[in-house]
């Protein structure tokens, strides 16, 4: 039964060192960029500078800062 038992921990303990080393990180959930809150002014503000359109990012931009919960 001690034998059986050792196989059984080497065997476990294979089995969990190799899904942690192998596991594919994108499905952790540990830094999803999804879970994260979004301010949404800041980001039509970074849209608008990406277009080219400064005048209204800045209005975003400022927006988003009166918003700013912290």
């Known amino acids: ?3 059986y038992k050792f196989f ?3 065997i ?4 969990f060192n190799f899904s942690t080393a192998f596991a594919d990180p994108s499905s952790s959930g540990y830094d999803n960029d999804a879970a994260k809150p979004v301010n949404v002014d800041y980001k039509r503000g970074y849209d608008e500078i990406s277009n080219s ?3 209204l990012a ?3 931009l400022l927006k988003g800062s009166q918003n700013f919960p912290g």
């Open 12 to 15: 476990l303990s294979m089995h």
């Open 53 to 55: 359109n400064y005048q």
């Open 58 to 60: 800045i209005k975003y």
């Open 1 to 3: 039964m001690k034998i």
């Open 8 to 10: 059984l921990l080497v």
